[in-house]
């Protein structure tokens, strides 16, 4: 076999391919077998048709169709192993030439990664947020917590904004009350906003036993996103009540005796929460760097292919599991469709830019992943995904997906390795200097986040 590579653009190239017709034999032997075991033949048993009566009764160019559809893959890989490329996606083959006896000549156009060169990275700077926790985030903290542990008592009043009311529902639309409309017994805090639009207006004030009719778009069931007439009845109206804030409350609300002690936590807990969002904001702004250092072409049917998956994931699992189609998300975040389909394509490119750099850094640096490295990730993926760290593993092995996790680690770890050659400062100017035992897994969250979608890397292992 002879194979010679057409550069047409630098994400896409043509193989032109001979193959000399010995070369054929297995395939020709495999066609003959398939054909033997699918057809009859009077006078001969099944699977012991000789291939001058199988050329006779069905045509030779059947059996070389069967031998080249059957010969094609082989050959095509081989072409792409001795020029060392990378394909994405699936190739379009042309058969040239088939000469029976004599010769197989194709050609196969394919998306392939880009080659990138690189550069010096080292002189890479960032500013990120400072880590301050203040006194007023320590009150905040500890509020939050008063809160949890709030009490409430029925009271003889009408209802107030931060009540906690005991009501009944029932939503009708176009005059009908709906199946899955009613609802009797719902606790509701008068402020939350967790429930429908215009609830609070028409519950405070009221009293037990009166109710109040309002119209509000419905945001789940059977008519969500339709106006309906909802009328409210409160059965009773409770006070909340926030326990005093004393050492009394930090045994209560925490393992700690005093409230000193729970609020000294608070800021040390507080402050590692600041440190790991200052590492990501450091891992996404040395990445942003990166991107800008490296000039990298996108293959343009792996665009659209990303562009539209990620459209998939949006409307049929993220939305679907919300009761929301991609019009009304629109309409909530404010966004033209052409403005969604423009974020939706940058998005993109930066998710097939983040992997096509990083890969290239893996190989640059020579970067391996052991078995403790794929561990861990597959066990924080694992928390991620709700499934336990068996299961997400034996869903990851019999999906083919640990070369997916695989390339997820070893991102991470080009990442972390640019990060630790950059010079990070914070907005006091002091130099911050990032835990490296955390670094890797945050890289890779930060990684994650960039790519948002496995298309591209799906297309590559394709």
Request: charged share 35%; no cysteine.
């Amino acid at each position: 076999m002879k194979s010679a590579v057409e550069t047409l653009n630098p994400t896409r190239v043509r193989l032109t391919v001979e193959v000399p017709f010995e070369e054929l034999k297995d395939s020709l032997d495999a066609a003959y077998k398939k054909i033997n075991q699918q057809v009859t033949v009077k006078g001969f048993r099944k699977g012991k048709i000789p291939a001058r009566v199988i050329d006779q009764r069905f045509g030779r160019g059947a059996v070389l169709e069967e031998a080249v559809n059957d010969a094609l893959p082989k050959f095509y890989t081989e072409a792409v192993n001795e020029a060392e490329l990378s394909p994405l996606g699936q190739p379009e083959v042309d058969i040239t030439e088939l000469k029976d006896g004599e010769t197989l000549n194709f050609t196969a156009e394919v998306d392939v990664r880009p080659a990138l060169e690189i550069p010096d990275y080292t002189g890479i700077e960032v500013e990120v947020d400072a880590v301050e926790v203040t006194d007023e985030d320590i009150e905040k903290s500890v509020e939050q917590l008063r809160e949890r542990f709030a009490s409430t008592s029925p009271v003889e009043r009408a209802a107030e904004d931060g009540d906690v009311v005991t009501i009944d529902l029932e939503a009708k639309v176009e005059g009908e009350v709906l199946e899955d409309g009613i609802a009797n017994g719902v606790s509701y805090t008068i402020g939350s906003g967790e429930l429908l639009d215009g609830i609070d207006d028409a519950v405070k004030g009221k009293s037990a036993g009166e109710e109040a009719t309002f119209t509000s778009e419905l945001k789940g069931g059977s008519a969500a996103g339709k106006e309906a007439e909802v009328t409210v009845k409160v059965t009773q109206v409770a006070a909340r009540e926030l326990p005093a804030l004393d050492d009394e409350f930090a045994q209560l609300a925490s393992e700690f005796d005093t409230l000193d002690e729970l609020k000294a936590d608070s800021r040390k807990r507080l402050a590692n929460m600041k440190q790991f969002d200052q590492a990501t904001q450091a891992q996404e702004r040395v990445l942003e760097k990166l991107l800008e250092l490296v000039e990298v072409p996108v293959p343009e049917k792996l665009l659209e292919d990303e562009v539209n998956t990620r459209k998939h994931n949006l409307e049929h699992h993220q939305l679907g599991q919300m009761g929301l189609d991609l019009a009304k998300y629109l309409e909530i975040q404010g966004k033209t469709a052409e403005e969604f389909e423009t974020e939706t394509r940058e998005a993109a490119v930066k998710g097939i830019k983040t992997q096509f750099v990083l890969d290239e850094l893996v190989k640059k640096e020579n970067l391996n992943v052991n078995q403790e490295e794929l561990t861990e990730h597959l066990m924080r993926r694992a928390a991620s995904s709700g499934m336990s760290p068996d299961q997400f593993a034996q869903a990851v092995v019999e999906g083919g997906q640990v070369p997916l996790l695989v390339g997820e680690v070893a991102r991470g770890k080009a990442l972390a390795v640019v990060v630790e050659a950059a010079t990070v400062k914070d907005t006091n100017g002091e130099i911050v200097d990032l835990d490296e035992e955390d670094e890797t897994e945050t890289a890779i969250e930060t990684v994650e986040a960039a790519e948002a979608s496995d298309a591209a890397e799906e297309k590559t292992e394709g």
